[in-house]
């Protein structure tokens, strides 16, 4: 009897110790319209802790106006105010979401504060993690204009889950120079499919990278509007569609700023050729050059310049073959 009695608290201490782990707010239905508005969570009842992770899930179902499910955003923040508030969680769009009204069930997990990479700006944080106590309001927001929808269920986990570490080698600046080189091309477009009528100059930077695998290469020109073709084996300016393996014209994060080839497919010891140019005729400047991958990427020299590298030239040449 005594046993039992023991394996009964135990097993009531587990489950204190579990539900301590996560603080749930169930916030029941709502009614989401195309204006933000901020929901206050009470923040003075969460229990103290450092929150590091979060679940969001809900019911949708579509009103008027046409909206989406995958226009079905929201975010955790310190204020009521936008303008001023501290981000813990603003996560975009559900991986369940859909081009339509069909109803679905909406669910989202992540990490404030965690750490993410990514090949403009490397490792960086995201979010900010949650202080149980402080304030804290969800914004719930339908982005198509004069629509609303019906969020049933709608439940908010705070955890403490850390975040995993990124993975991947990010390359910073293993390259650069000024596309203002002298050298023109009629610089293909993004996909190149088709040559455009922009003639502007370029660099070339022949390339490897140490380990094969996934890469994303990027370069970056603060000054001017830059534009980054990929090409694999041999590059010859007068026939600009062959070879092609990838090309960008604005990053995802810089923007203009920036150039950014995502999800190529790299083989160490293999040949290819960066070519920077410009979106116009009559825009060059400085660029660097960036990566994220396996492994690291690396300038191969021109070959008359290998025998100058002596023993550095013999470790290239093993990388290629």
Known sequence: ?????????LAVAGLAGAAAAQHNINLGTLNVTSTATPIDLNGASIPAGNYTSYSMSFDWVAG???PWSNEAIW???STNNLATAVFHADPGVSPDAGSSGNPVTLTWNGFMGAQTLNVETGFSTTGAAYNGGDDLFLFTLQTWAGSDATWSNVNVTLGFDSAPTPTGVFSEAWASGNTATGNTWTRPNAAGTALSTAVPQFDVIPFGVTESGTYDIASITPDHDG???IYTGAFDANDPLANFLAGNDDGPILGLGSSVTAGLELVAGELYFAVISAFGTTQAGDYTMNAVGPGAAFVIPAPGSLALLGLGGLVIARRRR
Do not use: I, K, P, Q
């Not at 009897?1 to 608290?9: I, K």
């Open 75 to 77: 975010a955790l923040t």
């Open 64 to 66: 008027g106006g046409g």
């Open 227 to 229: 534009f980054l073709h």
């Open 1 to 9: 009897m005594n046993r039992n009695r023991l394996a009964a608290v």
